[in-house]
């Protein structure tokens, strides 16, 4: 029992290391591939041309290049061997016209060089497949030394060879002992393949664009800009796509004006309710009660503000480009007229495209909540050629690690991280952050240099 549960062991080692190993493998393919849809898609048609040619190329190299080559190579050797038999069989042949007619019936050229006129052998070249297959060839149809060059003259062969008394140098076409149309088949393959890939991957980018643009559209809406001029296009299925793009993009519109306009009808019922109050205590007169009073129909009234805000959003307003920077030295002097002491910095273009109303307002919040809890105010932006971050730093109470998620609810206030004596609804920070996220970005708490809380927010560009 115990060498079988040994042996499970062993297995489940073993398969937990190749299961590590094909992890490992999988995340190394994976960093290598391209992430777009558009390179991805030409990876998936180029890897198989590719592999389709490389295949096709080395069965054409094998099966007919080779094999041409080694049978004219053969061939060539053949005649040389033949020459070389009429010169030993016919030596009443002395001025050689026999043995030339014969040469010039196979295409040779034939010339005799003194015994010694035998060049020292070469170095071979790297690709010559004719210098290899007709060394071979002469080899074995030739008992004694022979000289050959394939490289010197593009057209043609020299062979010399060893005989008797003295050194035959024979001139063979290139064509014959070569295959020569190998090359054009090999750039017809290459220059077909490379124009259908140009057609391939120009009508390829005409059907990624569609998708493109409908990915513009949705990041524009998903910032609160308008996509002007979108509509559906492409394929079936990227048209349907965009079509449900729209339909949920109206929706989506719907839905906010209903709820826009049912909020402007309950403020305005409200807000007639809240003036007949105040009207009302001002004829009465004044007296302590009454000072109590109206001073909850005030707080009355400005939590009736902030819940319209925060149910109200950002709707309505178009987006356009903001100077940044002067908005934030707006907050600063609004911080010091409040008494406050509050520094600006600013890096980058400060001209960012948002809303600048409910911009304005969400960083507002954030410098008002910065203002509530603390004596010194740190503003500071910097844009880049991605992202618009801007943070307020104070040095109050902060907020402890756990909670600072928790403080972006609605009405949720955290009495025991801040300052007890301090009134409000809790709807700062949510509206900050709904405003933030209609933009694209989001707002995130962390620890200040100075001590209190930062609040940083960052919106795409």
Not at 305 to 330: I, K, N, V
Request: glycine share 8%.
């Amino acid at each position: 029992m115990s060498t079988i549960d040994t042996g499970l062991t062993l297995l489940k080692s073993a398969a937990g290391r190749v299961s590590a190993v094909n992890g490992w493998m999988g995340n190394a393919f994976k960093g290598w591939m391209p992430t777009g849809l558009y390179a991805r898609a030409l990876l998936i048609m180029i890897v198989p041309m590719v592999i389709l040619q490389t295949v096709v190329a080395f069965v054409f190299m094998e099966r007919h290049w080779n094999t041409v080559t080694r049978r004219l190579s053969q061939a060539v050797a053949q005649d040389v061997g033949s020459l070389v038999d009429v010169y030993k069989g016919y030596p009443q042949d002395k001025d050689r016209t026999e043995l030339r007619r014969i040469a010039v019936r196979m295409q040779f050229v034939v010339d005799f060089l003194p015994p010694g006129d035998m060049p020292p052998p070469g170095p071979k070249p790297f690709f010559s497949l004719l210098d290899q297959t007709l060394s071979v060839q002469l080899r074995r149809q030739l008992n004694r030394p022979f000289w050959i060059d394939t490289v010197g003259n593009s057209n043609q062969v020299e062979i010399r060879v060893q005989v008797d008394d003295a050194v035959m140098r024979i001139f063979a076409p290139r064509s014959a002992a070569y295959a020569s149309n190998s090359e054009i088949f090999l750039f017809w393959m290459v220059g077909t393949s490379s124009i259908l890939l140009i057609v391939s991957v120009l009508f390829l980018r005409n059907q990624i664009k569609p998708i493109l643009r409908l990915a513009d559209a949705a990041e524009s809406f998903g910032k609160g800009r308008e996509a002007p001029n979108f509509r559906p296009r492409g394929a079936r299925e990227v048209r349907r796509a965009a079509g449900a793009f729209l339909e949920m993009k109206s929706r989506i519109e719907r839905t906010m004006e209903q709820r826009t306009a049912m909020l402007a009808g309950v403020s305005h019922d409200l807000r007639t309710i809240l003036t007949r109050f105040k009207l009302e205590l001002a004829l009465i007169g004044d007296s302590p009660e009454l000072e109590g009073m109206r001073k909850d129909v005030d707080e009355m009234s400005m939590m009736l503000e902030d819940y319209l805000a925060f149910a109200r959003g950002d709707s309505g307003e178009q987006s356009q480009p903001t100077d940044m920077a002067q908005a934030l030295e707006e907050l600063r002097n609004d911080a010091e007229r409040h008494g406050h002491t509050a520094t600006v910095t600013f890096s980058g273009l400060p001209v960012v495209t948002v809303k600048p109303a409910s911009f304005k307002r969400c960083l507002a919040n954030l410098v008002t909540n910065a203002a509530r809890y603390g004596k010194a105010i740190a503003i500071s932006g910097q844009r880049d050629h991605r992202y618009l971050t801007v943070t307020v730093d104070d040095d109050g109470p902060g907020i402890p690690a756990h909670l600072r998620e928790e403080v972006f609810k609605p009405f949720l206030r955290l009495d025991n991280a801040r300052n007890q004596d301090e009134g409000g609804t809790g709807l700062g920070l949510a509206i900050a952050r709904d405003i933030a996220r209609s933009h694209g970005g989001d707002i995130t708490l962390g620890d200040s240099p100075m001590g209190g809380l930062r609040a940083s927010v960052r919106i795409p560009v």
